[in-house]
Each structure stands twice: as structure tokens, then as C-alpha cells.
């Protein structure tokens, strides 16, 4: 199979997928094909900067859903504009239409490039073929260069058949070395260029208008509840004043049993995770992945060279402490870890610590864990330990921002200098303040206790599947799934109704990987069905 060297598979968005289409056509129909075409050209669907079209088609509804569904812009080219650009898989029909052999790939091509999938279109007898696409990659400056060439000398697959190859799965990440025998080392530049550390659930769903079903955002459903927006809503009348943030500070410590100067309230856990990065003296940072990416984001960001110790689907994902060094002085850990669900024992993570050394926990999913038995939040007696938590999961507060850290009061100390003034507002310091209280965590507990009932249930239907291997150590609100053709699987699944996280944006996980929230029964049954379909169809 000749391999085309289109570009990094984890770099930026430079595909280009140009469609031609009928009056009518639907949004599944464009989704459903743009799939196919990405698939027959070995192309993650992630990589899909836009969609482009005849400009006459651009208030065409399903091509306007197909597009946000994909969380792309539409851009329309003129007729005159098509018309200016050579395509290689023409139609003379079309050309007396509309002035361009191939709406498909001349808008593929208009802004320049390398066609990579030349026209294709629905089966025969399919929706009565009202859609057809190409795609191309798109030029390094996103500027027009000399589209009547573009495609030329290249391999390019067209209409589904071969026409040389588009080559390997390029996908599939570079060979990695080894740290410790159990775990891996790379630089900062090698591991920028393989993982995008900032693609995060919220990508998969930011339009949810054609009713696709979030499994892609571990938030709880149905929350916040209506007690909690209350207490939200009567904080409004508070807001001419400066945040004070004492009473939920306090209410944060009594639900640990721990002194209010061990607590810092903060806008989310992400925060906290840039206040580590910038506000302590570390030199040898090191992040145990497959995680959530955000800390290490942060101290890249801040100039920090990270280190990786990466845990191996062979082992269950699970932690080794030998495999941390031992010369680092701050290893960041995730309990229950996202995505791969594993919940591992208290001890373990507390044989990490060293004199000289902050260990720092990410707590975000305990509280979905019933009775929290792994928990080292309030803990006093580990010594650099830092633990960190979040309400957004639980009570749906994402858009609150609304975290806080746990840790010795020299730690905190140093963390809350390096915050702005009033850092979380007055909504979410009633939020957190009330989610302190008795009932609020009687109510996580008992939601936690039914997401493992509902998970039980996602995990037995997964084990129909002889294609799909899953992490069944699974203690959190989600489960990490292993399928070949993952990418594939999962644009079939959007145009099944179903949004699904990618895996592969984790460190130490390849494109077979997808992470599926924890839903409802009556969510799940539909989830798996559709899921029947979808490995069905890509394996066909």
C-alpha cells in the first residue's frame, strides 16, 4: 500500500471535505458519506477543518446540521470560482449544470491542496444519491494556490474504488520508548506532536441542535437539580458585592474534617491545575497517563518539561509506584483515573510520596464513587499530598466553575498567591457551600450508587460484542472501549444520534480507543444498537 505523506495525523485541522449536493438532502446522509469517504482514505474525522460547498448551497439545511454537527464552518465557493478548478473525476452532466465537472472536489480543492479522496457518492438506490463529497488537504496557509495542479502526482482514491492507494492507517502513533521499564519518557516537543492535549469531551457535543446523545461529557444527567439552581438563582441578588468566599471555604473543610487553611476554593479543577504549574518551584514534573490532559497542558504551558509514566491496557491500566521516578517532585495522578475508569487503592497512591515531593491526587470522580473508599481527601498525614476536586460531574456545574484543592497549608498558601482577586464568584461559592451540606451528599451517594447499576448494564451489553474489548475494572461514570477502526465507528455512531470521546487525544492510548459515558437503561439499550450498527458497518 503506497503511503501518503499528507501530514501529522495529531496535528491541527487541514482536511477540507467538499460536497455537492441535492435539495433535501439530510444532515445523516452527509454525515453517513463524509464517514465513509474518511474511512476509505484512512483520515480522522478530527482532522476535518470545514465543509465546502456551491455558495447557492449554503443555506441548504441538512449540509448547515451536517456541518455544526461536525463542529465545522460551511463555506461557499461561486459557480465561477468551481468552474476555475481542474478536478480529475469530472462529469460533463455536472459541468453543463453548474460550470465544474465536481462540485465535490473542486470545493475540496478551491482553497488549495492535496486531494486525498477523490468524488464519491451515496450507494446506488441510497437516498437517491442527493449528496456526494471529497475531500482534500488543504494548503499550509489556508490560501488559494494553484488548484488546477493540486492533485496532480498524488495517489487519490475516487468514487470508492481504488485509484493508487491513500496508504496506511497514518494515524496510528509513532513507536515510543521506554522509562522504567513499565512506563514511557518523551520530550515536550514529541509528546506536543502526537497527543492534542486540549481537545476535551465538550468538542464532540458543542451542537447538540440534531438531538445527538451525549456519552462524549461525563457530566451527570439531569442535573444541576432544581434545589440547587434555587440556591444559585437567590445568590443573583448578592452580586453588587465582591465575592466572599469564607463561608463555603469552611463548608468545604467541615465536609472533610479538615482546617479551613487546607482548603482553596477555585474556578474548577483546571484552575488548580495552572496555579500548581506556575506557583510551585518544580523542576522534574511527572504526569501518570493515560489521564485527564489538562495538567499536563499546564505545565507545558508553563514551561515545565513533562514526563510521562504510561499505564498498559495489559495490566489493567493499573499503577505501578516503581514506575514513577524517583527523582521527580510532583507527580500528578487521577483517582478514578479519566478515561480508562480505574479506581486504584488509597495506599498505592500514597506510596508515591517522598520528602520533597507534591503528589497531587485528581479527585473529580470520587464523589461517583459510592462511600468514596479510595478517597484521600482529608487525609493529613501523607506528607506533600495535594488532592483535588471538583463539582461539575456530580451536579452539573460546568458552566459554574467550581473546584476546589486540599493540602498542607504551606501548598495552599503558595497556590492562592498565585490566584487573581474574588478568583470564583458568588453563584459558585453558593453552589459549593450547598453541595456541602448532608443531604446534597446523600443525594451524590445515592446518584453514585445507581450510575453503578446503570453501568453494570452498559458493561454487560459491551460483552455481546466479540469487536469490542472493554476496561472492565471500570469504577467511574464512564467505560474505556477498545475497537478496531475506533474513528470509524465513532462517525457512524454521530450519524446514529450517538456523540462518543475520542481516546486517542490521551497519552499512552492509540485511535482503537473511545471513552462512553454512563447513561440510563432505555439511553443504553438505544446506545448499543446503534453501536450493532455502526462496528457492522465500518467492519463491512
Not at 457518492?121 to 494548503?139: E, H, I, L, Y
Not at 461517583?368 to 479510595?374: F, I, L, S, T
Request: aromatic letters at 4%; proline letters at 6%.
Amino acid at each position: 500500500m503506497t503511503n501518503l505523506t499528507f501530514g501529522g495525523p495529531f496535528g491541527p485541522p487541514d482536511l477540507t471535505v467538499g460536497v455537492g449536493a441535492r435539495r433535501g438532502v439530510t444532515a445523516d446522509e452527509v454525515i453517513a458519506l463524509v464517514a465513509d469517504a474518511l474511512l476509505d482514505g484512512g483520515l480522522r474525522p478530527a482532522r476535518v477543518a470545514r465543509l465546502a460547498t456551491l455558495d447557492a448551497r449554503t443555506d441548504e439545511p441538512g449540509l448547515v446540521a451536517a456541518a455544526a454537527r461536525l463542529g465545522v464552518p460551511l463555506r461557499g465557493y461561486a459557480a465561477e470560482a468551481l468552474a476555475a478548478v481542474e478536478v480529475p473525476h469530472g462529469s460533463e452532466a455536472v459541468r453543463a449544470a453548474v460550470g465544474t465537472g465536481s462540485v465535490a472536489e473542486a470545493a475540496a480543492l478551491a482553497g488549495g491542496g492535496v486531494l486525498l479522496v477523490g468524488k464519491r457518492r451515496a450507494a446506488a438506490g441510497t437516498a437517491t444519491c442527493a449528496v456526494a463529497c471529497a475531500v482534500a488537504r488543504s494548503s499550509a496557509d489556508g490560501t488559494s494556490g494553484d488548484c488546477s495542479r493540486a492533485h496532480r502526482g498524488q495517489n487519490v482514491r475516487a468514487g470508492g474504488r481504488q485509484h493508487g492507494q491513500a496508504g496506511p492507517d497514518a494515524d496510528a502513533p509513532s513507536p515510543q520508548g521506554t522509562y522504567g521499564g513499565s512506563a514511557v519518557r518523551r520530550t515536550a516537543e514529541q509528546a506536543v506532536d502526537a497527543h492534542d492535549l486540549r481537545h476535551h469531551g465538550d468538542a464532540e457535543v458543542l451542537d447538540l441542535a440534531d438531538g445527538l446523545v451525549d456519552l462524549a461529557v461525563n457530566v451527570r444527567g439531569g442535573t444541576p437539580p432544581a434545589w440547587l439552581r434555587d440556591r444559585i438563582a437567590a445568590s443573583l441578588t448578592g452580586l453588587a458585592a465582591y465575592p466572599d468566599g469564607r463561608r463555603a471555604r469552611a463548608a468545604v473543610a467541615a465536609r472533610h474534617g479538615v482546617p479551613v487553611e487546607r482548603v482553596l476554593l477555585t474556578a474548577g479543577a483546571a484552575e488548580a491545575f495552572v496555579l500548581l504549574a506556575r506557583a510551585l518551584p518544580v523542576r522534574r514534573p511527572v504526569v501518570v497517563h493515560p489521564q485527564f490532559t489538562e495538567p499536563e497542558a499546564a505545565l507545558r504551558d508553563a514551561g515545565h518539561e513533562v514526563r510521562r509514566v504510561l499505564l498498559r491496557p495489559e495490566d489493567g491500566f493499573r499503577l505501578d509506584p516503581d514506575a514513577v521516578p524517583d527523582d521527580a517532585d510532583l507527580v500528578v495522578v487521577g483517582n478514578p483515573t479519566n478515561p480508562t475508569s480505574v479506581l486504584h487503592p488509597a495506599e498505592t497512591l500514597a506510596a508515591l510520596a517522598r520528602p520533597g515531593r507534591v503528589l497531587v491526587v485528581d479527585e473529580a470522580f470520587m464523589d461517583a464513587v459510592p462511600g468514596e473508599p479510595e478517597a484521600l481527601a482529608g487525609d493529613v498525614d501523607v506528607p506533600g499530598l495535594v488532592v483535588l476536586r471538583s463539582l461539575t460531574k456530580t451536579w452539573g456545574l460546568a458552566g459554574l466553575r467550581v473546584g476546589y484543592a486540599l493540602g498542607e497549608p504551606r501548598v495552599i498558601a503558595a497556590l492562592e498567591r498565585a490566584q487573581p482577586l474574588w478568583p470564583v464568584s458568588t453563584p459558585a461559592l453558593a453552589a459549593a457551600e450547598a453541595c456541602m451540606a448532608p443531604a446534597a451528599l446523600a443525594e451524590a451517594d445515592a446518584a453514585a450508587r445507581s450510575m453503578c447499576a446503570h453501568r453494570a448494564h452498559l458493561l454487560a451489553g459491551l460483552a455481546e460484542f466479540d469487536e469490542v474489548e472493554v476496561v472492565r475494572a471500570a469504577e467511574g461514570p464512564f467505560v474505556l472501549v477498545r475497537t478496531a477502526r475506533a474513528c470509524a465507528v465513532r462517525a457512524r455512531l454521530r450519524t446514529y444520534g450517538f456523540a462518543v470521546r475520542r481516546g486517542d487525544t490521551f497519552p499512552g492510548l492509540d485511535g482503537e480507543w473511545l471513552r462512553l459515558a454512563v447513561r440510563d437503561r432505555a439511553t443504553t439499550n438505544r446506545f448499543l444498537q446503534a453501536l450493532d450498527l455502526a462496528v457492522t458497518a465500518t467492519a463491512a
